[in-house]
């Protein structure tokens, strides 16, 4: 089991930027599939972006793609998620999740059921 920690959230106007970032634990953070998600009051955690170990590959819901990128830092054992032109609708707490069970590099994991492990949370608020 690894240790996830989100940060980076908080209380921003629309068109503003954030820059979430999750440190994952572990020593072999580079076989990890990691990606982010978000939830709101009532509704199903929705997963956002993704990378694949190799980070050659990546995932975006269709309603951040243009706006959002997912990357990582192996020697960090950070990815991170860059969030630019925040909308309403982008508020949520946003999660950060790992599967850390050496799966094959190149594939992307966007199913909740598909990762092993999962941080805290981190609210982003976007007000008018």
């Known amino acids: 089991q690894v240790q996830l920690v989100e940060s980076g959230g908080g209380l921003v106007q629309a068109g503003d930027s954030l820059r979430l970032s999750c440190t994952v634990s572990g020593r072999t953070f580079s076989t990890y599939h990691v990606g982010w998600f978000r939830q709101t009051p009532g509704k199903e955690r929705q997963s956002v972006a993704a990378i694949s170990a190799d980070a050659a590959h990546t995932y975006y819901v269709d309603s951040v793609k243009g706006r959002f990128t997912i990357s990582r830092d192996n020697a960090r054992n950070t990815v991170y998620l860059q969030m630019n032109s925040l909308n309403l609708e982008d508020t949520a707490v946003y999660f950060c999740?790992?599967?850390?069970?050496?799966?094959?590099?190149?594939?992307?994991?966007?199913?909740?059921?598909?990762?092993?492990?999962w941080g805290q949370g981190t609210q982003v608020t976007v007000s008018s």
């Open positions: 999740a790992a599967n850390v069970l050496r799966l094959p590099a190149a594939i992307v994991l966007t199913a909740r059921r598909d990762y092993t492990d």
